[in-house]
Structure formats: structure tokens, C-alpha cells
């Protein structure tokens, strides 16, 4: 069965740090772009970074500096989303999702992941 399985997520105070993992079974990711989106309450799916097959990354403009995207290149069956200085605002369920070749925005994408909850709170 092809799917995508994030985990990682869960509560951290202001300031904090996570890191999300994205892992694929049953292929691999090296000729898939690989997106993470989020979706807060009341609000539109929107793609928080992606990184292309050969690595080029693309960030939202809001979260430059604070999110890092990366793949691990010995497994091609992963893909991470650091992410540092958590404000409430970040507060959304994350997915990532996987496409042949090349970043888009949300339309496109094969497969997606369940999604983990990410809580920034004190």
C-alpha cells in the first residue's frame, strides 16, 4: 500500500521547537516534490514549504528563518520539517503530501498524509 505517514507533532510552548517527520511506504520519494501544508480552525489549507526532487526548497514568506525542510538522502523514504521560534499562531494540523517532479501549491499532489497536530501553547 502506497501512503504517506507524518509523526512528530504534539504540544510545545512558545519559542520551541519540532521536528516533523514524513515517511513513505511502499515507494520512494526521490522523483516526488515533497510538500508540507497546514490547516489551522476556520482557515484555508495552505503550503508551508516544499522541496523539489533535487532539493530546491521553497518556504512561505512568513516562515523564512524559522522552518527548514530536508530529506533524508540515505533512506529516500523520508522527508523533515524543522521547525524553531513556534508562535501560537503556527497552531494547525500539518500534512505532507508527495507529487512527481515539481512543487505546486495544494492541487497536484498524489498522495497526501493523516496529519499531525501542532500545539503552541504555554
Known amino acids: 500500500q502506497l501512503q504517506l505517514v507524518e509523526s512528530g507533532g ?12 514524513c515517511a513513505a511506504s511502499g ?32 518556504y512561505l514568506d ?4 524559522r522552518f527548514t525542510i530536508s530529506r533524508d538522502n540515505t533512506k529516500n523514504t523520508v522527508v523533515y520539517l524543522q521547525m524553531s521560534g513556534l508562535r501560537p499562531e503556527d497552531t494547525a494540523v500539518y500534512f505532507c503530501a508527495a ?7 495544494p492541487l497536484g499532489y498524489d498522495f497526501w ?3 499531525t497536530q501542532v500545539t503552541v501553547s504555554s
Open 27 to 58: 515507494f520512494t520519494l526521490d522523483t516526488y516534490a515533497v510538500g508540507w501544508f497546514r490547516q489551522a480552525p476556520g482557515k484555508e489549507r495552505e503550503r508551508v514549504s516544499c522541496i523539489s526532487p533535487s532539493s530546491r526548497t521553497y
Open 99 to 105: 507529487r512527481p517532479n515539481y512543487c505546486s501549491g
Open 10 to 21: 504534539g504540544l510545545v510552548q512558545p519559542g520551541g521547537s519540532l521536528r516533523l517527520s
Open 113 to 115: 498524509g493523516q496529519g
Open 62 to 65: 512568513s516562515l523564512k528563518g
